[in-house]
């Protein structure tokens, strides 16, 4: 558990997150009373002299041990940044996360993480489906520098992934666990507590397996990996932390332990975000809940709507399991609310679908999701198109499979669009 600093209390009673997106981590007085933390658009920061310049890349670079109460100075925008720094210490109070690191995009930051851990001749063990870009970077790039990859269905059984893991030679290589835990873009919940027993049971020669969860789809509002035995988790920081559709980013929230890679070699990729990334993402904080509150109730709105449609044929909603579902004590167990993601298959095939999103007026024909507008795209030939056919059958993304990101509009004028939109199908 992170320990909190002095401003994140009330008479010895702990903050909540929401109230500490307001000001943790920055005092006014530092920067001529400003309210808001300014943007330092700096590349390089002065010394008070050679002395702490010497103890600033000292304790960067890891030359000694850090003294208690020391701090890593300022020193180029590269290593850190107040930004960054702020940015990073309020991302960690979500997931109640030890450290983190802000990147440029999701995917630098899931680049930078598993090419901070994985080395030629090693194993990734990762959850399909993946989002589309996470996908190809297995599958397609790590595999170029002797990386071996081995995959298995979000939603099956766990005794399914332990077959598929014990049974596979590459359990002797295996050094992570990645998972993308609710599926992109089937909302197929992965077991977090299970894969990190997983990777203490099968760790080779008692090596330390980590365990990353991309949590994008529920966000730091609803699911926690940290809690349940993840190592690592990761974020588009694009869709619901920022959520206004106008930044590209990723974080990387864990231990410090667990971060002290990730960030050396952030460090020398230099894939870190830049100060307006930064600053930008401080004032989307500000609103995260209650937009994803928002969010929430409408997605919950929406997937009644189309549940009852009859040219719906099946959704995909986490606020609709049921007790007789086999995912649904996971669900309880691992997630506190369903999220504002819906997928959902229309009657026909990719013309029908085609049909259905050319016809939209309310909701925008795009793709990313977790903005404060509404988002509709069609995975299969989309964001998922790297896929083959053949896996896209198999991991439940069909032609006529639609993926809609709920926002913060009326929830009678989306169901509204909806409507005239089925209509025209």
């Given at each position: 558990?992170?320990?909190?600093?002095?401003?994140?209390?009330?008479?010895?009673?702990?903050?909540?997150?929401?109230?500490?997106?307001?000001?943790?981590?920055?005092?006014?007085?530092?920067?001529?009373?400003?309210?808001?933390?300014?943007?330092?658009?700096?590349?390089?920061?002065?010394?008070?002299?050679?002395?702490?310049?010497?103890?600033?890349?000292?304790?960067?670079?890891?030359?000694?041990?850090?003294?208690?109460?020391?701090?890593?100075?300022?020193?180029?925008?590269?290593?850190?940044?107040?930004?960054?720094?702020?940015?990073?210490?309020?991302?960690?109070?979500?997931?109640?996360?030890?450290?983190?690191?802000?990147?440029?995009?999701?995917?630098?930051?899931?680049?930078?993480?598993?090419?901070?851990?994985?080395?030629?001749?090693?194993?990734?063990?990762?959850?399909?489906?993946?989002?589309?870009?996470?996908?190809?970077?297995?599958?397609?790039?790590?595999?170029?520098?002797?990386?071996?990859?081995?995959?298995?269905?979000?939603?099956?059984?766990?005794?399914?992934?332990?077959?598929?893991?014990?049974?596979?030679?590459?359990?002797?290589?295996?050094?992570?666990?990645?998972?993308?835990?609710?599926?992109?873009?089937?909302?197929?919940?992965?077991?977090?507590?299970?894969?990190?027993?997983?990777?203490?049971?099968?760790?080779?020669?008692?090596?330390?397996?980590?365990?990353?969860?991309?949590?994008?789809?529920?966000?730091?509002?609803?699911?926690?990996?940290?809690?349940?035995?993840?190592?690592?988790?990761?974020?588009?920081?694009?869709?619901?932390?920022g959520g206004h559709s106008d930044v590209i980013a990723g974080a990387c929230l864990g231990t410090k332990d667990a971060l002290a890679p990730v960030k050396t070699l952030r460090t020398f990729m230099g894939t870190m975000a830049g100060p307006w990334t930064g600053w930008l993402l401080l004032r989307s904080l500000e609103t995260l809940k209650l937009r994803m509150t928002a969010q929430m109730k409408n997605a919950r709105y929406v997937a009644d709507f189309l549940a009852d449609h009859p040219k719906v044929l099946k959704v995909n909603y986490l606020g609709h399991l049921r007790e007789e579902h086999p995912q649904f004590e996971l669900y309880r167990r691992q997630c506190l609310a369903p999220g504002g993601m819906i997928s959902f298959e229309i009657a026909g095939g990719e013309a029908e679908a085609f049909r259905f999103l050319n016809a939209l007026k309310l909701i925008k024909l795009a793709v990313s999701l977790g903005s404060t507008e509404s988002l509709a795209e069609h995975p299969a030939t989309m964001t998922h198109s790297d896929m083959s056919k053949e896996d896209q059958r198999a991991f439940g993304i069909t032609e006529n499979l639609i993926r809609l990101s709920v926002g913060v509009e009326h929830p009678e004028d989306l169901v509204l669009d909806l409507k005239q939109a089925l209509d025209a199908v």
């Open positions: 558990m992170t320990e909190r600093k002095p401003e994140g209390y009330i008479n010895a009673q702990p903050l909540h997150p929401e109230s500490l997106m307001m000001g943790y981590g920055y005092k006014p007085e530092w920067s001529e009373g400003a309210i808001k933390c300014p943007i330092f658009q700096t590349s390089t920061f002065v010394f008070k002299t050679a002395e702490e310049g010497k103890a600033f890349f000292e304790l960067a670079y890891g030359l000694r041990e850090q003294q208690p109460g020391e701090q890593v100075g300022l020193i180029y925008s590269r290593l850190n940044n107040p930004d960054l720094e702020i940015l990073e210490d309020r991302l960690c109070l979500w997931d109640d996360a030890e450290a983190g690191a802000v990147f440029e995009s999701g995917m630098a930051a899931i680049a930078t993480t598993v090419l901070a851990y994985l080395r030629p001749g090693d194993a990734l063990f990762f959850s399909e489906p993946l989002y589309g870009g996470t996908d190809y970077l297995f599958r397609h790039v790590l595999t170029q520098f002797g990386i071996q990859t081995l995959s298995f269905r979000a939603g099956a059984p766990n005794e399914e992934v332990e077959q598929v893991l014990a049974s596979s030679p590459l359990r002797e290589r295996l050094a992570m666990i990645y998972i993308e835990t609710p599926a992109n873009p089937t909302n197929a919940l992965v077991d977090i507590a299970f894969c990190a027993h997983l990777a203490k049971k099968y760790a080779p020669n008692g090596r330390k397996v980590p365990v990353a969860v991309d949590n994008t789809f529920l966000g730091p509002l609803w699911q926690h990996p940290l809690k349940h035995g993840a190592d690592l988790v990761l974020y588009s920081a694009t869709k619901y932390i």
